[in-house]
């Protein structure tokens, strides 16, 4: 009988690589983990995340191995024969009740600790105002007079309607691209004030290590800050269905030197243009502008 | 329990009668007990402290005849935001985005209201504080979130809020966000009433 | 032996109803029971056919088949028509078959009761499925139904709400049934804790149905009064908050999670034994570990909400709680393995499905645990992370648990056995595709891919790829399990009266097939005592 299993096994396996065998030529295969990041913040979880994770390693190891043992020592197709004398050990069961609380535990105090920077907002440097809307995101510099929106950039758009029949690969960072990125300083404790106008969004940006739901009526907060010299492009997406058009509303965060930071918000308040959407009043708060967000 | 004693059919009838009433009962029972539960949260709050309207209430607002006291060593910044509606034509904005604040003193701040709906209207303001857990050390005395404001055609109004910032407030807080997301409510209190 | 089956003769010319009259007004558990079996692998499949279009339109990057808001539509529905119309009624049609004849009943307690709370359900999924044809759609707004998201939905809102209520409704009493009748019908020398553990968790699954679906009633009635009378529970422009509409969701969700997963407990607790021959380690601490687990279920729930701005107090408690489950979970997993230690294993396909369960549902376990950390959560929730986690407690978890259940007791429901053979290709080609389906999605959580969208960055190409190959050679296999079961009422062999010679419980000490009517008199202390777990 085993036999016959290994064989089906077997089988079913070389079918598998022959059918996946072309895939193996892509690129991106390595995308396996969670980023480290570039906050402070985000190192912290994701070394959480690899503890947690060794732990369930050792634990998957020693209850893998526990059973894939009795499989194979105690077949009665090998001439097992059954002790049917052992159905409980109060032992046993003690010890393998305890020995999880200890590791639970364990993990449970860096955990602690981390969410307990996550929560700490003092010395903000720069405040930022986030809106989610049906199907596209708002910043609003508090106290800077820049605000503008930022959504789905044009080519992306056009290539992910329905049988386009243009080519997603032919797109730079398909799906991942806006029209106007946030911009941020590097080294800067900046805070997000993150609402929503319609329905529940949630704002995502992988390599910060957080995300956090804008939901209409309430404010909540969210914070990051950027290791010095890590300025580059990060991006992120919605992350909580938000409707018809959930799946296309990136976020994209540029982070940059403070000088260029400074010369950026500069331009933009000179620009006067800094409310890039259509349809949009200079005034901050007109409510016209949700006429630039159509309900689904 | 079990089936081994045998029941006769007559003590059957009346045993099942009675299981009914006590059923029925039971029925009635649960049904008034959804009903009670209004006052005995109000008990449970009274008695545990927690989440009682009238604390909350207290907690929210400020008697001004007490005299406070401010913190004199201490600076919290305090920030103000306006949130529109997405249905409306309406202009709603603090008149100062951001300010300085000492806990225990009183501070009044103005938001500015203009109706642009072209009709008369409603409107209601419904406010916010982040983060959460200084929620109940941010007092105001005066607030125009409390009712619904009547606003005329092309009506400007500026709105003041009178607040305090407790001198409780955690020393792992030092900036607090008052958030006011402006609703016209027309429709729904015409359909209330 | 001999005795139950000379108590029995006269079952052999009993008289059921024919035609349709015997399944309208069905009252006997069994035909019940197979009446519940049927309607929940006819919804399997089509919530099935509904993961099909999800996993074809993400086969590769570009909209290809789908509108985005259809594409909502299918991932709402198939989670809907999986959860409450697939697991939940197998679950109960298990019961139906089951309960009576492990506790040594007649039938159910309330017969009558038992065929209305069945017949709900085909109206109940009428007037949901009915919503992919009215105007703006199914519901879109994903299966947890959060305002104001939900609130946007067209003429498919009161439609899924009545549906909701109906689902409700015919669970509730389902589970009043079961716990009348294993509370009053009981063989007489069969306590509580001679139960087979399958009525065990059964009896805690039914107690917190009777728990949390008012809760869900009340939390979609709410939702339609929001939208239709003006009052504004969870709308902030009336003073009412979104969020308190997750925590009452979650109140009822988390309990419903192990109201999918509790009974496939106790039906691997059944297998394992039978076929490592041995009886199971630690019944009492299984009792235990799944009583503590159903309690634990009503103080966890918001865990599934860490994202909305929780005070910290909040976050840690639930990160807390949540953890703790994985202490009584253990405890089972443990158990299970120490019932296979020195025993004597053979590999039919009903163990197989139950050693797979074990494998993949502490792969899910385990995820679970990594999830329950709330700082990781924060880049976890709402990624495929998520999703790959629940389908791997609940496609090898419940929905395995469910098949190895059929497999193991179809001999002696029909009487006849299936084919081994196929039964083994089905289980490895579920085995496979369900891995292949799954795993990927974990590298796709953490690399960034959110859950519930239509489309993607080409990053997340290759490994989206694979688990759509994999979601194909999981559905079709599903079709060899019709096919299987098919095949062995129609002309299977003759099953013997212990199809599996150590299985133990009083199901097995009745003839094969059982009886229309079983157990008519109750058995006697001596089969109770040789039938059951005793101490």
């Known amino acids: 009988m085993s036999r016959q299993i290994r064989h089906v096994l077997s089988s079913a396996a070389a079918a598998l690589v022959a059918a996946l065998a072309p895939l193996a030529a892509h690129a991106e295969w390595g995308n396996l983990n969670m980023p480290v990041g570039v906050t402070e913040l985000s190192k912290q979880i994701y070394s959480l995340h690899m503890t947690i994770f060794w732990w369930c390693v050792a ?133 997000l004030l993150l609402t929503a106008q319609d329905v529940i969004h949630a704002w995502w940006v992988p390599q910060f290590g957080m995300k956090k739901d804008a939901i209409p009526g309430v404010v909540n907060e969210l914070w990051f800050k950027v290791d010095a010299g890590k300025t580059g492009i990060y991006r992120g997406q919605c992350a909580e269905l938000c409707g018809r058009d959930h799946g296309f509303m990136p976020i994209v965060v540029k982070v940059v030197t403070k000088e260029e930071y400074k010369a950026w918000v500069a331009a933009q308040q000179t620009d006067g243009a800094n409310e890039a959407a259509p349809a949009v009043n200079a005034a901050p708060t007109v409510a016209s502008i949700a006429t630039a967000a159509p309900q689904g | 329990m ?76 305090v920030e103000f935001i306006a949130d529109l509606p997405s249905v409306g034509s309406w202009t709603f904005k603090p008149l100062v985005t951001e300010m300085k604040v000492q806990p225990g003193k009183l501070y009044v701040v103005d938001y500015i209201a203009h109706n642009l709906t072209g009709k008369d209207t409603i409107a209601q303001a419904i406010p916010n504080v982040a983060p959460g857990k200084a929620t109940p050390f941010f007092r105001k005395t005066e607030c125009f979130c409390f009712t619904p404001q009547k606003f005329l055609k092309d009506e400007e109004k500026v709105m003041p809020v009178r607040f305090v910032v407790d001198s409780h407030l955690p020393k792992s807080l030092d900036r607090i966000t008052l958030s006011y997301t402006f609703y016209d409510n027309s429709t729904r209190v015409a359909a209330l009433n | 032996m001999a005795n139950t089956t000379t108590a029995h003769t006269h079952d052999d010319h009993d008289h059921k109803p024919h035609g349709l009259k015997r399944w309208l007004f069905a009252t006997n558990h069994k035909d019940i029971g197979t009446m519940y079996l049927v309607f929940a692998c006819v919804l399997f499949f089509l919530g099935g056919a509904m993961a099909l279009v999800i996993r074809a339109e993400l086969f590769q990057p570009g909209l290809q088949f789908v509108d985005p808001g259809f594409f909502n539509s299918m991932t709402t529905m198939h989670a809907l028509l999986m959860i409450f119309g697939a697991v939940m009624p197998a679950w109960t049609g298990l019961a139906n078959w089951m309960v009576p004849m492990q506790i040594g009943a007649p039938d159910m307690a309330l017969p009558r009761l038992n065929n209305f709370s069945f017949w709900l359900l085909p109206f109940a999924f009428t007037l949901l499925l009915l919503t992919l044809f009215v105007p703006g759609g199914a519901p879109a707004g994903g299966w947890t139904l959060y305002p104001p998201l939900s609130l946007q939905a067209g003429d498919s809102f009161p439609l899924t709400i009545f549906a909701i209520h109906l689902m409700g409704i015919s ?32 009896l805690i699954t039914a107690y917190l149905l009777i728990a949390v679906m008012p809760v869900l009633a009340g939390a979609v009635t709410m939702l339609l009064t929001d939208h239709f009378f003006g009052t504004s529970f969870f709308t902030a422009s009336g003073g009412g908050d979104p969020v308190m509409f997750q925590h009452i969701f979650w109140f009822f969700g988390h309990p419903e999670v192990y109201i999918l997963i509790l ?32 309690f634990l279920s009503f103080i966890v729930w918001a865990h599934h909400m860490f994202t909305v701005g929780m005070p910290l107090a909040g976050q840690l408690f639930f990160m807390l709680s949540t953890m703790l489950i994985a202490v009584p979970t253990g405890v089972k997993v443990f158990n299970w393995c120490a019932t296979m230690w020195k025993g004597s294993i053979s590999f039919e396909t009903p163990m197989l499905f139950s050693l797979a369960f074990l494998f993949l ?175």
Request: glycine share 8%; proline share 7%; net charge neutral.
């Open chain 1, 59 to 191: 634990i998957g190891v020693f209850v893998f191995g526990w059973m894939i043992w009795s499989l194979v020592a105690f077949r009665k197709s090998k001439g097992a024969v059954a002790d049917t004398s052992i159905t409980h050990s109060t032992k046993a069961e003690i010890v393998w009740t305890l020995i999880p609380v200890v590791i639970l535990v364990i993990m449970a105090i860096p955990a602690a600790r981390t969410l307990i920077a996550i929560e700490d907002t003092r010395n903000t440097e720069l405040s930022i105002k986030v809106t989610g809307y049906q199907w596209k995101w708002h910043y609003d510099y508090l106290g800077e007079d820049v605000k503008f929106f930022s959504a789905l950039e044009r080519t992306s758009d056009e290539t992910r309607q329905l049988q386009s029949g243009l080519d997603p690969n032919a797109v730079p960072e398909y799906l991942r691209d806006v029209d106007k990125p946030l911009v941020v300083p590097e080294d800067t404790k900046v805070r």
């Open chain 2, 2 to 77: 079990n089936a081994e004693t045998p029941i006769d059919p007559l003590h059957r009838d009346s045993s099942n009668r009675k299981l009914t009433l006590r059923l029925l009962g039971f029925a009635l029972g649960a049904f008034g007990f959804g009903f009670a539960l209004v006052p005995l949260y109000d008990v449970i709050c009274d008695i545990t402290g927690v989440g009682n309207p009238k604390d909350l209430l207290r907690a929210s607002t400020f008697d001004e005849s007490v005299a406070p006291v401010p913190d004199e060593n201490r600076w919290v910044t």
């Open chain 3, 171 to 202: 669970s509730i009493l389902g589970a009043i049934n079961v716990v009348v009748t294993i509370m009053n019908m009981r063989a007489p020398g069969m306590g509580l804790l001679n139960m087979p553990l399958f009525c065990w968790t059964w």
């Open chain 3, 263 to 294: 009974p496939a407990f106790g039906v691997v607790s059944e297998i394992i034994p039978t076929f490592s021959r041995k009886p199971l380690f630690g019944y009492e601490s299984m009792v235990y570990a799944s009583a503590s687990i159903a």
């Open chain 3, 361 to 535: 549902f502490t792969i899910g376990g385990l995820s679970g645990l990594m999830l329950a950390i709330v700082p990781a959560d924060f880049q976890y929730h709402d990624s495929y992370f998520v999703v790959a986690h629940f389908h791997y407690v609940l496609v090898p978890g419940a929905v395995f648990a469910i098949m190895a259940g059929v497999y193991y007791w179809l001999p002696k429901w029909s009487g006849r056995m299936y084919n081994e053979k196929i039964g083994k290709l089905h289980f490895w080609l579920s085995t496979i595709g369900v891995n292949v389906l799954f795993f990927p999605q974990h590298f796709l959580g953490l690399a960034g891919m959110p859950r519930r969208i239509p489309d993607y960055s080409t990053q997340f190409a290759d490994w989206n790829m694979v688990s759509s190959v994999g979601a194909f050679i999981f559905g079709f296999s599903q079709l060899l399990f019709v096919y299987v079961v098919w095949n062995a009422v129609r002309s299977g062999e003759k099953a013997p009266q212990r199809p599996w010679e150590s299985a133990r419980g009083l199901d097995w000490e009745l003839p094969t097939p059982a009886p229309y009517h079983s157990w008519e008199t109750p058995p006697s202390r001596d089969v109770v005592a040789h039938g059951t777990v005793q101490h």
